[in-house]
T-cell receptor, first 111, second 117 residues
């Protein structure tokens, strides 16, 4: 079974703190996408990482793809209440056309 | 259009009734995906289409669920004889396959909340 496990499952932090969300698998992925879902809405694509070791930055968000393309991380610097939401990693395992979603990390940033 | 549109936004059905959900993908996108979100975190893949052809249906409970994507019409997901456990938010996403990234960057609709009573 090709699974994407995210940790932590839930995270509640104060505004201004830093945090990291992890997305891990035993399988190699062709690429990984990160999405954020807010209540009552569909997930919104944040970034795609393709190359092993790749790092991408989106304002205060830093995304990294593991060297072996089996894991990824999302680091948020100086979190703000607007960062609150469900963060999902997802992607196609190498050699397949399937699209697997991670188990999700629910983040709450308190003002 | 530039956004994925899903209708209706809410749907309430009595157990045993039929439910039909619609999705209009982004113009020019070849792929459509359907997901079921039961608990607020988990996305369960149901089915995907490449244009009007089924691409992957390994997630579909075939005995009661069916889906279509016909030319010049919204895609549809139909549930015959709904059960209580079908209560969920159903999301549609559309995508173009990126050969360089080997990825389907998916653009999601707002979802249809199905409540089976």
């Amino acid at each position: 079974t090709q699974l994407l496990e995210q940790s932590p499952q839930f995270l509640s932090i104060q505004e201004g703190e830093n945090l990291t969300v992890y997305c891990n698998s035993s399988s190699v992925f062709s690429s990984l996408q990160w999405y954020r879902q807010e209540p009552g809405e569909g997930p919104v694509l944040l970034v795609t990482v393709v190359t092993g070791g790749e790092v991408k930055k989106l304002k205060r968000l830093t995304f990294q793809f593991g060297d072996a393309r089996k894991d990824s991380s999302l680091h948020i610097t100086a979190a703000q209440p607007g960062d609150t939401g469900l963060y999902l990693c997802a992607g196609p395992p190498s050699g397949t056309y399937k699209y697997i979603f991670g188990t999700g990390t629910r983040l709450k940033v308190l003002a | 259009g530039e956004e994925v549109a899903q209708t209706p936004k809410h749907l309430v059905r009595g157990e045993g009734q039929k439910a039909k959900l619609y999705c209009a993908p982004i113009k020019g996108h070849s792929y459509v995906f359907w997901y079921q979100q039961v608990l607020k975190n988990e996305f369960k893949f149901l089915i995907s289409f490449q244009n009007e052809n089924v691409f992957d249906e390994t997630g579909m409970p075939k005995e009661r669920f069916s889906a279509k994507c016909l030319p010049n019409s919204p895609c549809s997901l139909e549930i015959q004889a709904t059960k209580l456990e079908d209560s969920a938010v159903y999301f549609c996403a559309s995508s173009q396959y990126d050969m360089v990234a080997s990825s389907y960057e998916q653009y999601f609709g707002p979802g249809t909340r199905l409540t089976v009573t």
